[in-house]
Structures are given as structure tokens and as C-alpha cells.
């Protein structure tokens, strides 16, 4: 029976993702310079996902549309990153952004809580 559930959840993942890239729209638009300043800053972020979980799609379709390459994490099964997620983070729930700032680290969960902090931090 899970593996029934794992496959149709998986399946209509697959479709969302499909959809997602053909409907994305553009990308911001900053300058080269401001780009590469964006690109510094990303470097202190990394979100953890599952790629057809539909808000880590709706995080990753955020980020393209703010032109923000964040480093992207699978939180999969047999992952080493689902393990530095659950102690890092302390729970196994994606999406999951890592923000390392003046030597602390957070832990963000939740995709509306996520694309906020980025609209706000990189518009």
C-alpha cells in the first residue's frame, strides 16, 4: 500500500514539476554587478527539498522568478542531507531553508514563511 501512495504522490509531483517549468514566466532582472552581490549572499543559503513536493515546487518557482540560484538540497530518503536536515533543523519537513548569518545558523520551514523572507531580504 505505500508504495502504491509513493507512486501516485510521485507521479502527480512529476506533473506539477512539468507544469511548473513551462509556466514560469522570467526572471528578475538586476544588473551584473548587483547579480554577483546577489550571488555572495546566496552562498550562506541552502534549502532542503523533496522535487515533487508541491510548496518546495512553489519555493523553487519563487526563487527562479527572484533570479536567486540557491543551492538546493534533497531531503530524500537514503540522503546524506536529510540527516544534517533532522539534526540540524530538528524534524524532517520540507522546505527547509538554511540561512547562516554572523556565525549562527537558522533553520526556516515553511514555503510562505520562506519566499517571504527572500522577497524581503532580495528586493
Avoid at 508504495?3 to 504522490?9: F, M, P, Q, T
Avoid at 511548473?20 to 541552502?46: F, N, W
Avoid at 531553508?97 to 549562527?104: H, K, P, T
Wanted: proline residues 4%.
Amino acid at each position: 500500500m505505500g508504495v502504491v501512495i509513493s507512486l501516485i504522490r510521485n507521479g502527480i509531483g512529476g506533473i506539477l514539476v512539468f507544469f511548473d517549468i513551462i509556466t514560469r514566466g522570467t526572471k528578475l532582472k538586476r544588473s551584473p554587478q548587483a547579480q554577483q552581490h546577489v550571488q555572495v549572499e546566496l552562498e550562506a543559503l541552502s534549502l532542503y527539498q523533496f522535487f515533487a513536493c508541491p510548496f518546495c515546487i512553489k519555493t523553487r518557482r519563487k526563487m527562479y522568478k527572484l533570479n536567486l540560484p540557491i543551492k538546493t538540497l534533497s531531503a530524500a530518503k537514503g540522503s546524506p542531507h536529510r540527516e544534517a536536515l533532522l539534526n540540524g533543523g530538528g524534524k524532517i519537513q520540507t522546505p527547509c531553508l538554511r540561512i547562516e548569518q554572523n556565525g549562527q545558523v537558522q533553520w526556516l520551514y515553511e514555503s510562505s514563511a520562506i519566499i517571504t523572507y527572500l522577497e524581503k531580504r532580495f528586493t
